[in-house]
């Protein structure tokens, strides 16, 4: 999967923005209701655990703080379909992953929605803003 045109293709399809980072990852600016937006980065990763090439996709929501009510987000991420909340130098993220093999088109795109649109709400949820 060439994962930098699909992210630029539906980076159009969708009105958002896009910019590659390199040959591997990608970010998208996904436009959300209320004049809203939230960065997805896509990376395409090999996994050592299964030994199979697969997609991240990735959201900051914000710092992470002592304050933080980590057991509400661990519940949260069983109401979840793709996307969970994970802890990654020092911010909280929502991310998800598929490996590129089984992936189609409309769940990458279902991915990156949850995951942008999950963010955004923990995001203004937690700090109030839109930050990311």
């Given at each position: 999967m060439?994962?930098?045109?699909?992210?630029?293709s539906y980076?159009?399809?969708?009105?958002g923005?896009y910019?590659?980072?390199?040959?591997?990852t990608s970010?998208?600016?996904?436009?959300?209701?209320?004049?809203r937006f939230?960065t997805v980065?896509?990376?395409l990763?090999?996994s050592?655990?299964?030994?199979r090439l697969?997609?991240?996709?990735?959201?900051?929501v914000?710092?992470?703080s002592?304050d933080?009510d980590?057991?509400?987000?661990?519940?949260e991420n069983?109401?979840l379909?793709?996307?969970?909340?994970s802890?990654l130098e020092?911010?909280?993220h929502?991310?998800?992953?598929?490996f590129?093999e089984t992936?189609t088109?409309?769940?990458?795109?279902?991915?990156i929605q949850?995951?942008?649109n999950?963010?955004d709400e923990?995001?203004?949820?937690?700090t109030?803003?839109?930050v990311?």
């Amino acid at each position: 999967m060439d994962l930098n045109a699909f992210m630029q293709s539906y980076a159009n399809e969708i009105g958002g923005t896009y910019s590659e980072y390199d040959t591997r990852t990608s970010i998208i600016i996904v436009p959300l209701p209320d004049e809203r937006f939230q960065t997805v980065l896509g990376t395409l990763k090999q996994s050592d655990r299964y030994d199979r090439l697969s997609i991240e996709f990735t959201s900051k929501v914000c710092k992470y703080s002592s304050d933080l009510d980590l057991k509400r987000l661990l519940e949260e991420n069983g109401n979840l379909n793709h996307a969970k909340f994970s802890l990654l130098e020092n911010f909280l993220h929502v991310e998800a992953s598929t490996f590129v093999e089984t992936a189609t088109e409309e769940i990458i795109k279902e991915i990156i929605q949850e995951v942008a649109n999950i963010a955004d709400e923990f995001e203004f949820k937690l700090t109030g803003e839109d930050v990311h």
